[in-house]
């Protein structure tokens, strides 16, 4: 029995290496001892991995010997028996051994090569790849594109496409705006949060920026805003704004007027995402910025230059508007400095001081009806109203329970505001008096005077002339026309109450309660009614010293004064002024 | 420029030092002059990228911004003369140093969760790791030359492949375990591979080292200590390859952020100057 062992080498360029041994024996040891019949140089291979034998019957005997299972033909056993005519393939380690029948039949052959290589080839690519990090991270190029399209698409074209393809919502009249929920992707260019009153807003930046690429215009500020009226005339404004001397603010501004941005817009001064707080983002300096120097630019002009309440020339004397000329349905009101002294004819007549005294006749009046303790004070006809004006002075409310319009016996009070009313009335009441005489009995209750005769009644005509004349029921507050030729067609002049005397500005009382009424309105010292008692600004200096820090106040203290303590831009017409 | 002596050998200039510290100074300047400016300009109605001062320093930053990008570009370009690579590099180091303080004066330290933001936030995430990479590249190749020797990165390859050869030639007459063992530490120890092993240096449970703890404590290693000998050899020969690939990876690394950032910085930039103009 023998074997002919043939090992086989690859050639680097091709073809097969073949060195044959002939092996005279029936057994032949297998495995990587160096005592094996066949040598296989592999840390894989026991030192003895197999034993192949002849038996006596004529086949060929695979016998594990090295406690691992053999691989013949990818089965795995410990033993295999094949026919000696049979081929097969035997897998130990990184070899192949081929079992083929020889060229009689005492031989067989078996083919040994070397499948797997000793080591891993020389790779110069993976070499360097083995010091880089390219092998173990994804390519900086890929990563660059991932991020810039993902950036792209969410910052960029998405809201330019969610611009164009939403329509615009409606104007709405409603003075809260109802906010939206679904997300709209522009929110991701908000350079901030909005204000309070704007939150409703955040998903619908369209609502302001309306068209694409222009700055926001006043237009749809007004879709919702409709009746806030204009500062002053808008060519008026521009001319008056100063011009920046400075190279940057010139160069900035022409750029600005060249690119279509206006200035004097909404925005211009309403200045948005800056927070829930914020919806007027002005300096207290804001308004100087025109006043202070406003006859430069605009020469016509008739308001006076303004650079702080404090300084002495800083602020003229107030302008107070008081009624020139009363009638009953359009009184005549001017607007003069009180630097001037004016007067108001308000077509009334009234002593202050006689009111507010403490002591005497009107005082006692009042201690008897109740009405006050030591004397009446301002608040008994001056009431407040909830919104911070007042009620209109009003006859019947606040004078006839001293200046009783009782007349007659029965004391029946006359109609207050007409006079023909009032003439027919004082007449009337007359006759019931004449009927109570003439209808009186002998029977009379103690006490009671009746005249006896109705000659003792004032005749009518003379009761009328009585009422209106000096010391009658009119004249201590009104003005009276003197008859004509007919004698008795009084006529009550008319009289207009002034509703604001300083219209152009908010002045609000409730925070000046500190201190008495009778420190800034003079009016126990006031005797006429023509006197007006509307406090000029030496009397707010004393307080009020100005937007400087002074005293250590800071600038927004209540006792401080910015323009806008008094004054708002957006003017509240009080619908008596044309200029 | 390069410094030269009489001899005409060339003396290393780092790119921060370049010119006696020049773009260090111009950077400087500007930076003062940038935050002068901040100061004295009345912005209304507070510091804002949308007032005229805030326009100008966007300006500013996005120029900067866009030239720095173009190193990229200049530094696959091969030319003569002034302006060179080196110019570029430090140039690139100290305006990309004072663009942090132009941008953050541009953003009138406004931020919020928006496109603006974004921006700002990639543009510190592109100046940190850039200036980790200057670290990286004034501590690095110091000592990646200590570590190399005199080696280069091929020949520590081919020798451990020569070590890997005699060490299966020293395996072949083992017996028991100790072949597979062997062949383990043959075939399982790696260079490179995870970036955590890169960055780290770290091996858990290297095959080799495994090898020789078990082959040390063999009671009685007759027939072991060639094969030992060579394992330790071996290891000496991973711990230096491994070790290069540490510090290669500290000189890489940064970029893997620095490149991809700065692409998304563009595309953040581009996305926050048209949404600007968009909604005026």
Known sequence: MSFLLRQITQRATGGEIARETRLESDTIDIGRGSDCAVVLADLAVMLVHARLSRTPVGTLVFQAMGGVPLNLGRKFAERFEIAT??????????????????????????????????????????????????????????????????????????????????????PTSQTTVPAQTVFSPDRLWSSGPLSKVHAGLAQNCRACHVAAGNPVADTACRSCHVKLPD?????????????????????????????????????????????????????????????????????????????????????????????????????????????????????????????????????????????????????????????????PVNMVKNCSAC?????????????????????????????????????????????????????????????????????????????????????????????????????????????HKITACTSCHLAQTS???????????????????GAVKSLGLPPRHPAGSLCTSCHSFHPKTWGLHAD | MTKRFQSGTQLHESFLVYARYRWLKLALLLVVLVIMGYALIDQKPRPNGGSAYGYALGTLGAGLIVWLAALGVRKRWITHGRWSLMAWTSAHVYLGLALVVIATLHSGFQLGWNVHSLAYVLLLMVVASGLYG???????????????????????????????????????????????????????????????????????????????RILQSEPAPIGLAPVIALLERKRLALAQARRQVVLKTRLEIWLYLHVPMTVALLAALTAHIVSVFFYW
């Open chain 1, 231 to 391: 500062h002053a005339v808008l060519t008026k404004m521009r001319r008056a704004l100063p011009q920046d001397s400075g190279v940057l603010a010139r160069g900035g501004k022409a750029l600005a007027h060249g690119l279509g941005v206006k200035n004097l817009r909404c925005a211009s001064c309403h200045i948005e995402h800056e927070g829930p707080k914020q919806a007027l983002q002005i300096g207290g300096s804001f308004c100087r910025d025109c006043h202070a120097n406003l006859h430069a630019r605009l020469v016509d002009t008739h308001l006076a230059n303004v650079q702080d309440f404090a300084r002495p020339n800083g602020h003229p004397e107030f302008n107070a508007s008081f009624v020139m000329t009363p009638a009953v349905a359009h009184p005549v009101i001017a607007r003069q400095s009180l630097a001037t002294r004016p007067r108001e004819s308000s077509g009334l007549q009234f002593n202050h001081q006689q009111h507010l005294s403490a002591g005497n006749a009107v005082a006692r009046m009042a201690a008897a009806s109740g009405l006050a303790k030591r004397g009446l004070n301002c608040n008994y006809c001056h009431v407040a109203k909830p919104s911070g004006s007042w009620v």
């Open chain 1, 527 to 545: 005797t006429l009614a023509s006197d007006i008692l509307i406090p000029g600004i030496a009397t707010c200096r004393q307080c009020h010293v």
């Open chain 2, 134 to 212: 200057i670290y990286a590249y004034v501590t690095v190749p110091r000592a990646l030359s200590l570590n190399r020797g005199e080696t280069t990165q091929p020949q520590m390859l081919e020798a451990l492949r020569l070590l890997d050869r005699q060490l299966y030639d020293a395996g072949l007459g083992l017996d028991g375990a100790h072949p597979a063992i062997v062949r383990d530490a043959i075939q399982n120890c790696d260079i490179g591979g995870s970036l955590w092993a890169r960055m780290s240096g770290h091996y858990a449970d290297c095959s080799c080292t495994h090898a020789l």
């Open chain 1, 85 to 170: 005519d049979q081929s097969a393939t035997l897998t130990i380690g990184s070899y192949e051994l081929r079992i083929d029948p020889g060229a009689n039949e005492v031989e067989t052959q078996i083919a040994v090569e070397r499948m797997v290589p000793l080591l891993a080839a020389n790779d110069p690519a993976a070499e360097r790849r083995t010091f880089t990090l390219s092998a173990s991270l994804l390519g900086k190029r890929r990563m660059a594109w991932a991020i810039m399209m993902v950036i792209l698409v969410l910052g960029l074209i998405w809201p330019i496409g969610h611009f164009f393809m939403t329509p615009i919502a409606a």
């Open chain 1, 403 to 511: 200046h009783s319009l009782a007349f007659g016996r029965r004391g029946l009070g006359l109609p207050h505001g007409d006079t023909a009313k009032a003439i027919e009335a004082a007449r009337e009441s007359l006759r019931v008096d004449q009927i109570d005489v003439t209808m009186q009995s002998d029977r009379r209750l103690p006490g009671v005077n009746f005249p006896t005769s109705a000659a003792r009644l004032p005749t009518a005509d003379a009761a009328v002339r009585a009422l209106f004349a000096k010391g009658g029921a009119c004249a201590d507050c009104h003005f009276i026309a003197a008859p004509g030729s007919a004698g008795l067609d009084f006529r009550v002049l008319p009289a207009s109450l002034n509703p604001h005397y300083l219209p152009r500005a908010n002045f609000v009382h409730a925070p």
